[in-house]
């Protein structure tokens, strides 16, 4: 999706005056992150920006979310759980039984606290990114699908979004997480409720009438 608008984050944070701030983020992520992962949140910043040219948002925002969605992805899932109960940041118990969720929810907290983001905007689209939510911004559902469909995915089902990505954000998202629930139920992994009322949500705004299984 990135040729089909020729903008690349750090070229929108260039011409928002903010490139420094795009530059100095991006080095210490790299001392941060493993090279795979430091190269798909440079993906994911891109993507996002290239959705953002489709969708709309605030593309300065979807540059610098897409950057740092990842930035907790190294800790370990203890780091993680000590980090989330010190701060108080657990929501739901699938975020005890299976932490490596909880990258979303502390990276949110490190981004504000450490890295010196404080709007709201890109801080929401940090937390949920991974699990979603009910009534998520513009830009945290445009992070939520960039982070699934950016170049570097490669998984059965990545297609089917990537396409509805072109389209219909709120359908790829309907989508994605109802392929989540099939992955989730096979591997016998722990649901956040956080997704079933993102999915809730989604389907409401459209008319839908939806129960999740007891």
């Known amino acids: 999706m990135i040729n089909e608008t020729g903008s690349t984050a750090e070229e929108i944070c260039r011409r928002a005056g903010?490139?420094?701030e795009w530059q100095s983020l991006k080095?210490?992520?790299?001392?941060?992150?493993?090279?795979?992962?430091?190269n798909h949140s440079l993906a994911v910043a891109d993507e996002a920006v290239a959705m953002g040219h489709l969708f709309g948002?605030?593309?300065?925002?979807?540059a610098l979310a897409g950057l740092l969605h990842d930035s907790a992805k190294e800790l370990s899932n203890e780091q993680l759980l000590a980090l989330a109960e010190a701060q108080d940041l657990i929501t739901d118990p699938a975020e005890r039984?299976?932490?490596s969720i909880l990258h979303g929810p502390v990276g949110a907290w490190r981004a504000c606290r450490e890295w010196g983001i404080?709007?709201?905007?890109?801080?929401?689209?940090?937390?949920?990114?991974?699990?979603g939510g009910p009534a998520m911004s513009l830009e945290a559902c445009v992070i939520f699908m960039a982070d699934l469909i950016e170049p570097?995915?490669?998984?059965?089902?990545?297609?089917?979004?990537?396409?509805?990505?072109?389209?219909?954000?709120?359908?790829?998202?309907?989508?994605?997480?109802?392929?989540?629930?099939v992955y989730?139920?096979?591997?016998?992994?722990?649901?956040?409720?956080g997704t079933l009322l993102c999915l809730a949500w989604l389907k409401e705004e459209r008319g839908i009438v939806w129960k999740a299984k007891n």
Do not use: S, W
């Open 18 to 20: 903010c490139q420094k």
């Open 27 to 38: 080095d210490k992520l790299q001392g941060q992150l493993k090279p795979r992962r430091f």
């Open 57 to 62: 948002g605030d593309l300065v925002k979807l």
């Open 97 to 99: 039984e299976n932490p």
């Open 118 to 131: 404080a709007d709201p905007v890109i801080l929401e689209a940090i937390r949920l990114h991974t699990v």
């Open 152 to 181: 570097g995915r490669a998984y059965n089902g990545v297609e089917i979004l990537r396409r509805l990505c072109r389209q219909d954000l709120r359908a790829a998202m309907i989508e994605a997480i109802e392929q989540t629930l």
């Open 184 to 193: 989730l139920e096979r591997k016998k992994l722990p649901l956040h409720q």
